[in-house]
């Protein structure tokens, strides 16, 4: 059973549980949200054409077990400058303090490649020692950029090495982040 718990605009509001939770996040207009809806089997995070639409952290229990978070989008939102630093330092903030987060997953747009937004993240997490897995997104859309930035994670040491592929609409490349989290 999914069920969604809210809505938070900081981290000291979200609920003082012990699931272990699997956060998703990315540049706006990624694909967060159908990503998790294609991963849960329903609608349940709101999806938009408009970037910067996830602007709370969401939390959606799984079966009593564990929780998806659903991280608000950087990097392209066209929002006020002093928004977009709040938004950073809540992300941060819910990476450093929680420790029920068990993976993070970056979502990279397979068309476009990882941006320096991407890559700062990356760095982050890899100083602050939080567990990560790239999973590009869209694979079933044409590529437009040629020249991208190639990620492995000899260069990252808190980075999983397998990078996924998935595409939400097609429903491709779903079933390895179901297991990773343990959602049959």
């Known amino acids: ?99 029920q987060l068990r993976r993070l997953f970056i979502l990279i747009d397979s068309r476009i490649g990882a941006r320096a937004s991407d890559l700062d993240l990356m760095d982050f997490c890899d100083v602050n020692g939080i567990a990560y897995q790239i999973v590009y997104t869209k694979k079933d859309k044409r590529i437009r950029e040629k020249s991208q930035t190639t990620l492995n994670h000899e260069n990252h040491p808190a980075m999983v090495a397998d990078i996924l592929e998935t595409s939400a609409e097609k429903k491709a490349g779903i079933e390895p982040i179901r297991d990773i989290i343990g959602i049959k």
């Open 1 to 99: 059973m999914i069920k969604f718990v809210g809505a938070f605009d900081t981290v000291e509001s979200l609920p003082k549980t012990q699931f272990p939770e699997y956060a998703f996040v990315g540049r706006s207009n990624v694909g967060k949200s159908s990503l998790i809806n294609a991963i849960v089997g329903e609608n349940v995070a709101r999806t938009s054409n408009t970037p910067g639409r996830t602007q709370t952290l969401n939390l959606f229990n799984i079966d009593d077990r564990l929780m998806l978070v659903d991280l608000p989008g950087y990097g392209y939102a066209r929002v006020a400058r002093a928004d977009a630093l709040r938004w950073l330092h809540r992300l941060e903030q819910y990476l450093i303090s929680r420790r």
